[in-house]
């Protein structure tokens, strides 16, 4: 009864939402409809391949990567130092204080942290590499200390009986059990940030998106599908290196 009733109110809900919003799918699934996007898709073909534009294809998917993994290695660096007084290791006061600024960190989405230091830095990879290492650093703390907290503790009372100095129990008994789960973490948002990086350029956080966004607002759609597929290429290639990196750790 409590699945149906559940069920029922989802249902009300979604049925609200499209009254609620005027939503017609019957003219995005219409023969019109597919016909215009049929036409308007045609447009962006063939891809631009000239080497002077490929090389700058080329450059800007440099930049992205770029921004991807310094965002993403800053954000560990920082979600790691608040993680520990996240977990409780040094206090409650300390333990709520970290856990409220890692909740303020990941709740505000990167496009909207890379408008705010595009004012603060200006224009360019900086500010992109500052919203992904902000943003991030709230999504990897929170996982840090989950981790920390569930962590198995016989080897660090182990190492605290023996007369062990506290910071070398944290180093030799509770990071080498946490540490295969904080890498899965790094490498996830890794490959989420090589997405995300290359949308950042639409608010002039440099990179693959601020080319696509230059291509588009000219109607250069030719020039805007080979940055699209520089994308999907980048996307697939993170991947494929993700995917190694952790086939490596498990082995």
Do not use: K
């Amino acid at each position: 009864m409590r699945c149906l009733l559940t069920l029922i109110a989802v249902a009300a809900a979604v049925s609200g939402s499209f009254a609620y919003l005027s939503l017609d799918l019957g003219q995005l699934f219409s023969a019109d409809a597919a016909a215009e996007m049929a036409r308007f898709l045609l447009t962006f073909f063939p891809p631009q391949l000239s080497p002077a534009f490929l090389a700058r294809t080329a450059g800007s998917m440099l930049e992205t990567l770029a921004v991807s993994a310094v965002g993403t290695l800053c954000a560990a660096v920082l979600g790691f130092g608040l993680a520990l007084p996240a977990s409780g290791l040094y206090g409650d006061a300390l333990r709520a204080l970290s856990r409220l600024l890692l909740n303020l960190l990941r709740s505000i989405p990167e496009l909207v942290w890379a408008a705010l230091t595009v004012l603060a830095v200006g224009l360019g990879p900086f500010a992109g590499t500052l919203a992904l290492a902000l943003h991030t650093a709230g999504v990897l703390g929170r996982l840090f200390a989950e981790a920390l907290e569930n962590a198995p503790r016989a080897p660090a009372r182990a190492l605290m009986e023996g007369g062990t100095p506290a910071a070398l129990v944290f180093m030799y008994g509770t990071l080498p059990c946490v540490w295969p789960q904080f890498l899965a973490y790094i490498l996830y948002r890794w490959e989420t940030n090589i997405r995300v990086a290359a949308i950042l350029g639409f608010v002039g956080a440099g990179g693959l998106g601020q080319m696509l966004y230059f291509e588009l607002s000219l109607f250069h759609l030719p020039q805007a599908c080979t940055v699209i597929i520089a994308m999907l290429a980048l996307a697939a290639v993170v991947d494929t290196a993700s995917a190694i990196m952790r086939g490596g750790r498990h082995s």
